[in-house]
């Protein structure tokens, strides 16, 4: 399980890339991380609920027909989350901090070593 911060700075580089709803969230997460990191959305949801109340995301709802629906069929919703610029500026903070933190451990393990290389 990741830390808050480090959950926080993903979800928020994702929509640094432009709106995005949860599922897709979810998906581009596991995408690239290869399949090493899952947000769950027992995760995920709470997080974008408390990002959302501190401003750092700002929502919309939209609604989503199926191509196979009639035409007087209800649709489902969909909330779309996109990056406030109180967003942006807390993940530009949250990149430096997570920067300085790799320098510094860094400087005690170093770069990542080819297996071979020990």
Known sequence: M???DSTDLIVLSLLADGPRYGYSISKEVAARS???LKMTPGVLYPLLKSLEADGLVLTEW???KSDRAEESADGRRRKWYRLSAKGRKRLDQRITAM?????VIDAFVGPAREESAR
Do not use: F, I, K, S
């Not at 920067?99 to 320098?103: D, E, K, V």
């Open 2 to 4: 990741l830390p808050r």
């Open 34 to 36: 290869d399949g090493r």
């Open 99 to 103: 920067r300085a933190y790799r320098a």
């Open 62 to 64: 939209e609604e989503v």
